[in-house]
Each structure stands twice: as structure tokens, then as C-alpha cells.
């Protein structure tokens, strides 16, 4: 069986989605209309601009869904999934390419999403650590101990784990996590602290927007990050697409639920092959490749 996989951010780079607007006349149309619809040129953004400019949430999340979900769309009936997954920002991608979402609804949200979440992140600063080298739940119990906003926020792989909160919070928790024998601890240069509780604000605006959009019953299931498991069930998706920006991103339990349901080829859809690393990590027999 056949998972498609979308990733999220931090997979971006200059010239992204360039060869799928030169070279398909549908890419071309798709990336002119995203340019409608965000009100300014991310296309000169993504092709050619600077990493300061693609590192801006704003411009950020959606040239990462572009250049996934016009890529999947490009596949056209070589497009066959048995079920997707995306990684945070990428579920809204894995929602447009199993027809949950249209291309225009999902572009609105992710622009909407991505100005909530730097808006939250302006209001208070926090941030977010890599942990490597330790077990989910040592990780879990020390974070358990800290007086301060700081909790486990995506689980990437076996032995990574990044974390967020506040500042203090991280601070306290990578000095813990070393005593602890993690092998690493990774500050990350990030706006703020995705998938915390401080998301709260940009969590409650982005369910306005999703409440008030059409979802439609997918073609196959996707898998959910709040919870790992399979939906197809439209106002379900829904009420996990907005837990998803205070809930921690379950990648290592996504992973092990699609290979245990019959996953036996994972195809990265967008830029980079991150996820493909991550699964390998999961089950280093699994076959991966890029779409």
C-alpha cells in the first residue's frame, strides 16, 4: 500500500517549485492564482528570494504547501494514495491532496494559520529545542518536573523529540535533558514555541476560519497528528486541524500506525526528504522515495 507523506516547515529553500512552474502549464496556472489569493508575489519569494524571506512564517508555510500540494496535483492519476499523513503544516497538504480541501480553501488557511501563529509568537516570546539520544518518556517525566510552560511537541522519530515553550522553560529543560544524557540538545531558530499551549490565541482565530470551510469526505484516510490515527470523517478532521496548533505532532506514532495498517511504500510529496529519514528511522526496511 502507498502513503503519501507532506512535509512542514523548515523544509524549505530558495528556488523551491521553480522546475514544476517552468515546466507544467497546470503548476503555472496554480502558482498565479496562490499569487491571487496571498495578495503579493510569493513566487518571486520562493524562486528567488533570500532565506531571511522564506524563513518568515508568513511567507513560509504557504510556499511549503504550494510546492507540495501543485506537485501532487501535477502527478495527476499517478496520484494514488491508500492513505496520507503531513507533518504539522503538512496535514493541511495531505488534506488538499486527498480531496479533503480545495486548493483554494487550503491556501486560505494555511495564510490564515501561518499569520495566527506569528502573531502568537510576537505576543510572547518562547521557542523550541531538539532532544536527541533519549527516550520519549524520560523526555516526558523531566518535563514534568519544570515550573514553567515547556512540553514535548513533536515526536519525529525514535530518540527525537523536540520541544517547546517558553524561553525559561526550554532553557531549564535542555540543562535537565543533558544531565539526563541526552546525546544532543539542538536550540532551534524558530519564531516561538509551536504546538505549546502558548499557541492558544492563534488556535482559537484559525478555528474560526476552518469552522467557517467546507470539508469534503476524502478519497483515502489521513493520518491525524493529534491522535496517529486514520479519519475520513469530515467534521473530525476538522476538530483535529485545530487541536493540532496546542497538541504535540505524534510523527513517530503516525509512522508505525501506516506501516502496521499495510504501508509498505512511503512517497515524500514537496520539498526535501526529511520525512523519509524519519520513517527509515521508524522501520529502516521501509521503502521511501520522493514523488
Known amino acids: 500500500m502507498k502513503a503519501y507523506i507532506f512535509p512542514g516547515q523548515g523544509a524549505q529553500f530558495i528556488g523551491m517549485g521553480k522546475e514544476l512552474f517552468d515546466n507544467s502549464a497546470l503548476a503555472k496556472k496554480l502558482f498565479e492564482k496562490a499569487n491571487d489569493i496571498l495578495g503579493f508575489r510569493i513566487t518571486d519569494l520562493m524562486f528567488s528570494g533570500t532565506d531571511e524571506d522564506l524563513r518568515q512564517t508568513k511567507v513560509t508555510q504557504p510556499a511549503i504547501f504550494l510546492h507540495s500540494v501543485i506537485l501532487a496535483l501535477t502527478l495527476g492519476d499517478k496520484f494514488k494514495p491508500d492513505m496520507v499523513a503531513g507533518h504539522s503544516l503538512g496535514e ?11 486548493f483554494e480553501d487550503g491556501l486560505r488557511l494555511v495564510a490564515a494559520r501561518a499569520y495566527a501563529m506569528q502573531k502568537a509568537c510576537e505576543a510572547e516570546p518562547s521557542t523550541m529545542a531538539a532532544i536527541l539520544g533519549l527516550e520519549d518518556k524520560i523526555v516526558e517525566d523531566i518535563l514534568k518536573t519544570i515550573d514553567e510552560i515547556v512540553i514535548p511537541a513533536n515526536y519525529n522519530s525514535p530518540g527525537q523529540l523536540v520541544i517547546s515553550g517558553s524561553v525559561k522553560g526550554v532553557e531549564i529543560a535542555c540543562e535537565k535533558l543533558k544531565e539526563a544524557g541526552a546525546r544532543r540538545v539542538l536550540p532551534l531558530k524558530v519564531g516561538g514555541a509551536f504546538h505549546s499551549p502558548l ?13 467557517s470551510t467546507n470539508f469534503n469526505k476524502p478519497i483515502c484516510p489521513v493520518y491525524q497528528n493529534v491522535n496517529a490515527k486514520p479519519e475520513k470523517e469530515p467534521d473530525a478532521i476538522k476538530k483535529n486541524l485545530i487541536a493540532q496548533l496546542t497538541s504535540p505532532v505524534r510523527w513517530t506514532q503516525t509512522a508505525k500506525n501506516m506501516i502496521d495498517d499495510g504501508a509498505t511504500l512511503f512517497i515524500e510529496v514537496g520539498p526535501g526528504k526529511v520525512l523519509q529519514g524519519l520513517v527509515k528511522k521508524v522501520r529502516n526496511d521501509i521503502e521511501t522515495m520522493s514523488a
Open 199 to 211: 499557541m492558544e490565541p492563534a488556535r482559537i482565530e484559525l478555528a474560526d476560519a476552518i469552522n
Open 92 to 102: 493541511f497538504s495531505a488534506l488538499v491532496a486527498n480531496k479533503a480541501l480545495a
